[in-house]
Each structure stands twice: as structure tokens, then as C-alpha cells.
Nanobody, 115 residues
Framework: QVQLVESGGGLVQPGGSLKLSCTAS????????MGWFRQAPGKQREKVAV???????TYADSVKGRFTISRDNTQNTVYLQMNSLKHEDTALYYC?????????WGQGTQVTVTS
């Protein structure tokens, strides 16, 4: 099993920044990808950004150029730096760890962008 603990969400004004963190523990040797997903009220959960153990990254088109995902393998932690935040970035952000057909989720951290 893998446990994921997120932190760093909160309230921010449009144009502001937040940095999310997610630390993994447990049986991590089969985890190859870590990433962030989000779900806004009334919408489906969507992928935001994913990073592999080798450092390859993918981003949703809506966040490219504004969000940066990074990973510290020594700390089993993945980060999401979010800049130039918009109202539409408001959502519950979930950390995800995946590999060999298994996927694990954190409890979610709320990001609210409001004037």
C-alpha cells in the first residue's frame, strides 16, 4: 500500500501563486508516476500534471506555462508550483501515485482562487 499526504492548498487572489506538496510513504518501489489531478464542483476529475521517476512531465493544456511539477525522489515528494492562478483553477487537488496497474490517491487539498 501507498499513502499520500498533500499540503499547501488555500485561498489566493487571481494572479497569485501557491505551491502544493505531496509526500508518499509505504511500498513505493512499484510507483513510477506521481502527479496532480483536480476536481471542480460539478465536473469530472481531470489530470493537471504528471511526472515520471525519470523526470518526464506532462501537463494539461489549461495549465501549461503556469504550473510546474517537480519531484524529490530522496524525499518521496512531488510538488506543484502554481503561478498566475485563475478563477477556473479553483478545485480540490488530489495527489496521485501510479505504477504496475495500481493507483493511489491522497485525500485532496482545496485551492480556491477568489477576488
Amino acid at each position: 500500500q501507498v499513502q499520500l499526504v498533500e499540503s499547501g492548498g488555500g485561498l489566493v487572489q487571481p494572479g497569485g501563486s501557491l505551491k502544493l506538496s505531496c509526500t508518499a510513504s509505504g511500498r513505493l518501489f512499484r510507483i513510477y508516476f506521481m502527479g496532480w489531478f483536480r476536481q471542480a464542483p460539478g465536473k469530472q476529475r481531470e489530470k493537471v500534471a504528471v511526472i515520471s521517476t525519470g523526470g518526464s512531465t506532462t501537463y494539461a493544456d489549461s495549465v501549461k506555462g503556469r504550473f510546474t511539477i517537480s519531484r524529490d525522489n530522496t524525499q518521496n515528494t512531488v510538488y506543484l508550483q502554481m503561478n498566475s492562478l485563475k478563477h477556473e483553477d479553483t478545485a480540490l487537488y488530489y495527489c496521485n501515485a501510479a505504477g504496475e496497474g495500481n493507483a493511489y490517491w491522497g485525500q485532496g487539498t482545496q485551492v480556491t482562487v477568489t477576488s
